[in-house]
Nanobody
Framework: VQLQASGGGLVQAGGSLRLSCVASGGAFSRYSMGWFRQAPGKEREFVAAISRSGESSTDANSVQGRFTISRDNAKNTVFLQMNSLKPEDTAVYYC????????????????????WGQGTQVTVSS
């Protein structure tokens, strides 16, 4: 499956962005999806994940209450709504897909994911 992320950009602190990730070439509804980010000089870190049906999701402590992951299986798309952005949210954001046996499951581990998008840059100015 191929993943194409978009929606990044430059925004002031306190602002919002909505990232999208469109999947093609596979049965999107079979895959649990995740968002990760990587800032310069830092390791890739987990942001949020959602089960293949959308019934279950989780996010990192650093974004709780500000970011929301969702998906639309009819449109083969996963979203990351980012509100109250902070300068420390600046990073390249990646979407990723993994097939997990249990329908309500998801993963926070980047090594579990088989497919990755190309990334979209999010820059938050202070």
């Amino acid at each position: 499956v191929q993943l194409q992320a978009s929606g990044g950009g430059l925004v002031q602190a306190g602002g919002s962005l909505r990232l999208s990730c469109v999947a093609s070439g596979g049965a999107f509804s079979r895959y649990s999806m995740g968002w990760f980010r990587q800032a310069p000089g830092k390791e890739r870190e987990f942001v949020a994940a959602i089960s293949r049906s959308g019934e279950s999701s989780t996010d990192a402590n650093s974004v709780q209450g500000r970011f929301t992951i969702s998906r639309d299986n009819a449109k083969n798309t996963v979203f990351l709504q980012m509100n109250s952005l902070k300068p420390e949210d600046t990073a390249v954001y990646y979407c990723a897909a993994v097939f997990l046996l249990l329908s309500g499951s998801y993963s926070q581990k980047p090594n579990d994911y088989n497919y990755w998008g190309q990334g979209t840059q999010v820059t938050v100015s202070s």
